[in-house]
């Protein structure tokens, strides 16, 4: 069994990490305050409520995206950090901004969120403004798992069955997004009987790489089962599951931290990205008793 440095990770952390990643690792393994955790995701929050300041790394604007509400639900949640007043603040701006169909757009194009400010090549705003499947999915799926309540999250968990109901040729961003949701939605027997559905379309149409080394921009099984008891776990052996561990706590870099496989398109982006997956890493091998 292959055993991550966890001295070497807490120091590509401390070189390389931004401040909310250091506070996440301190919280997640070194015993830390929930509360720093949550000063520091309130460091990117914008006055209309959202989320923004590169909070996710690729989008390097200061106004508020959906993809950065998901990212800040998310820490909280998983530091135990959560906050009624970001996440009341957050659903408040998702509901402003909804498509008309409700739920999350993918990219939001004003221009003080958007425009000409650094971004990644892939954050281009739909046309017709659609609610996105990631985006929709994720967020709905971690306010779920806290038992929240806002209109928002009403219509967003509407658009989310209506969508997967349809679901016939998805992506593999959008399986991201539709496990998030299906994970935590409280009708479980709906939720267990849609995924036997949608499922096994993660393996049909080659979403996954089963092989662990397999190079290139690909999605490995801990992407879409990254806990003992996710939903998609089901579709991969055991055998599989171990040697994708493997990979994952083999994958350290001398540095000692992780990095990614999609382009790099900006040094910054680059280093928010590494911290924030060397601390997601060590917290996916701890959850699968690799730590």
Known sequence: MITPDIHAAAAFIAASARVLDRRRFQRLFEDGPATAVRDAVAAYRNEDGGFGHALEPDCRAPGSQPAAAAMALRILDEAGAWDENLVRGACDWLAVMAPAEGGAAFVEADPHALGR???APWWV???????????????????????????WLDGATEVMW??????????AYEMFGVLGFLQHVPDRDRAREVFGRVGPLILERNLVALD??????VHGVLDFAPEPDSLARALFDDATVKAHLDHLAGAQREDGGWTFNWPAWSPAAERDWRGFLTVDALRVLRANGRL
């Open 125 to 151: 705003p739909e046309e017709g403004h659609p609610a996105s499947l990631i985006a929709t999915g994720m967020i709905a799926g971690t306010l779920h798992a806290r038992g929240a309540s806002h209109p």
């Open 162 to 171: 209506n969508r997967i109901g349809k679901l016939s040729e998805p992506g």
């Open 117 to 119: 400010w650094p971004h």
């Open 212 to 217: 662990p080394e397999a190079a290139g921009e």
